[in-house]
């Protein structure tokens, strides 16, 4: 049997398998542009396929719920990237403004914390043929007011969407996204 630290640096490692690219490219107090590169095994259409299925990919604990079943991306303009909440209620996360569909999706929002303050986002996605597969760009360009400044948050923000990339990247490659164990 395989010691928790043993399997908990082997889950690591799966997951830290690709060499995305990901950075905070600039950030002060009222502005932040963050850009991760994903390489993936599989058609642009197909990568683009998967993102717009979030239910299946993002993570749970990135939802005001609790549950990502309950998310829903519309791939039109002015569609919904929204949130269904117990009780009847919900959250719109972000709007779509530009569809290309299968190369490239454009968002409008501020992802959670970001929707109290007084933050603009736009989040372009596009998706081109590279080598055998295809590569995701994705670009979060934010602005605004941010309590401390969008600089102290910017590293948070590139964290939690390089994980979800890194689900996405599961998901479009092989159908499923395997979590790591939760710690007790």
Not at 8 to 28: K, M, N, P, Q
Request: glycine content about 10%.
């Amino acid at each position: 049997m395989q010691s928790p630290i043993a399997a908990g640096i082997a889950i690591a490692a799966a997951l830290c398998t690709f060499e995305a690219h990901a950075d905070v490219v600039e950030s002060d107090a009222h502005s932040a542009s963050i850009r991760i590169v994903v390489p993936l095994s599989v058609s642009p259409g197909k990568a683009y396929d998967a993102f717009v299925q979030p239910a299946k990919w993002w993570d749970s604990e990135h939802t005001f719920s609790g549950d990502a079943a309950r998310l829903r991306l519309k791939p039109v303009a002015g569609g919904c990237f929204c949130e269904r909440l117990p009780g009847g209620g919900s959250v719109l996360h972000m709007t779509v403004v530009h569809v290309a569909p299968k190369v490239r999706i454009t968002l409008s929002g501020g992802l959670g914390p970001l929707q109290t303050a007084g933050v603009a986002g736009a989040m372009n996605i596009a998706f081109s043929a590279k080598d055998a597969g295809a590569e995701l760009v994705l670009v979060y360009n934010l602005g605004g007011y941010y309590p401390k400044g969008l600089d102290t948050v910017a590293p948070l923000v590139d964290q939690v969407l390089r994980q979800q990339m890194e689900r996405l990247k599961q998901f479009a490659e092989t159908g499923k996204v395997e979590d790591a164990p939760k710690k007790p």
